[in-house]
């Protein structure tokens, strides 16, 4: 079992930063790959960034390549979504999720845990 909760989100404006971190419990954690997703209202989730459990490998949607970056402390069982560069149409509620080993995986649908999301707005 594992338990999520996502902390960091709020209002900026277009062009600033904010620190998504996501805070785990369960045992299991440093052997699952992470992913961060959002929703935007009237749109369906999308996926934004995933590490794996080692931090080895990590992938991006192409939206937010080169503004945002994804890490991990497996001791602090956490896990961070660095955002730089914020637009407007990064506004949407965001999503930490954990997926079962072996899994290195985009798809939402394999995720098995989910946070209760924490919204952010990017001001024009």
């Known amino acids: 079992q594992v338990q999520l909760v996502e902390s960091g989100g709020g209002l900026v404006q277009a062009g600033g930063s904010l620190r998504l971190s996501c805070a785990a419990s369960g045992r299991t954690f440093s052997s699952r790959t992470m992913g961060w997703f959002r929703q935007a209202p009237g749109k369906e989730r999308e996926f934004v960034a995933l590490?794996?459990?080692?931090?080895?490998?990590?992938d991006y949607a192409d939206s937010v390549k080169g503004r945002f970056t994804i890490s991990r402390d497996n001791a602090k069982i956490t896990v961070y979504l660095q955002m730089n560069n914020l637009k407007p149409e990064d506004t949407a509620v965001y999503y930490c999720?954990?997926?079962?080993?072996?899994?290195?995986?985009?798809?939402?649908?394999?995720?098995?845990?989910w946070g209760q999301g924490t919204q952010v707005t990017v001001s024009a």
């Open positions: 590490i794996s459990r080692s931090g080895g490998r990590t």
């Open positions: 999720a954990a997926v079962r080993y072996p899994l290195v995986t985009t798809d939402a649908n394999e995720y098995d845990y």
